[in-house]
């Protein structure tokens, strides 16, 4: 699913440049004000975020201090990361509760000037790749449960 989700960035990457770039030409070369080109602009570099946050997410790739957990025994270090990803469940938990929520509450209701994409579609997609960062971290933390020298404890344990 990684992969899956690292092409569909690429691609939202791709079309956020494009967007980006006609932009420019429009009010530049044109001096014609494009303000939808900002819209989908702003809404690929939120989709950006999102879908790279939960391609990373499975192998444990996201930025963390862990200079005091360093210091501690593996059975503390185990006990700390499982404490971590709690509670970063229950974080991914409410946010996609709010996100599901937003979603149905702004289905019908227009971004701005793009008429055909709608506030609620923008909610749905955080809620869907929050719903992947839910899975990914509780497939680590019951490897790290089990204690297997699987992807996600070995990345974790490492200097």
Known sequence: MKRLLEKLNAVVL????????????????????AAWSEELAQV????????????????????????VV????RKGQRV??????????????LFASGA???AMMNWETD???????????????LFLTTAIMLFYVTINIVR???????RASAASQAP
């Open 44 to 67: 690929s570099f939120i989709l950006l975020v999102f879908i790279g946050a939960a391609a990373v997410m499975e192998d444990e790739g996201h930025i963390r201090i862990d200079t």
């Open 144 to 150: 790290d449960v089990k204690n297997d020298s699987g």
């Open 80 to 93: 700390v990361r499982i404490l971590g990803r709690l509670l970063t469940i229950l974080f991914l938990v």
């Open 14 to 33: 791709l079309c956020m440049f494009g967007v980006t770039v006609l932009t420019v030409v429009f009010r530049g070369v044109l001096g014609i004000s």
């Open 70 to 73: 360093e210091r501690l025994s």
């Open 111 to 125: 971004l701005g000037i793009l008429e055909w994409l709608k506030i609620g579609h923008v909610y749905l997609a």
């Open 100 to 102: 599901w929520d937003n």
